[in-house]
């Protein structure tokens, strides 16, 4: 039975690799328990049980702290909110300058021209996208 448990372990794991999620791990554990067990010269049904035990365990206790840690949490912020909205140029967009800046929500925000024009102080814009801490706009 040693050869079954450590094909079986051999086998999972190598489907774990395969995979993107924490999904053959556990049962990888478990088989490394039946297979110890039937080194140690335990009857087959407790090999089970042991298989069975430990996948169970490493299941309830490591995969909640494996998914925080494999899926961390994006912290939502509200910049994207401006993203749609109307601005007004309060700084003519150059890009070639690096120079512009635009007011939306109440915020002055450095801006760029998504299309790469230049866009006169005064214009009324559309927030297109957030990169790092500039808006890219297009006028309206």
Known sequence: MTAFWLIAFIALVAGEAATVGLVC??????????????VLGGPFWLQLVVFAAVSALTLALVRPAAS?????????????????QVASVTETIDNEAAAGQV?????????RSQLGVVIPKGSQVIVKRIEGVKVFVETV
């Open 25 to 38: 791990i556990w049962f990888a554990a478990g088989a490394a328990g039946g297979f110890v067990t039937a």
């Open 68 to 84: 925080r840690f494999a899926h961390p949490r994006r912290s939502p912020t509200n910049a994207d909110r401006v993203i749609g």
């Open 103 to 111: 007011s939306v929500l109440g915020q002055i925000w450095t801006a």
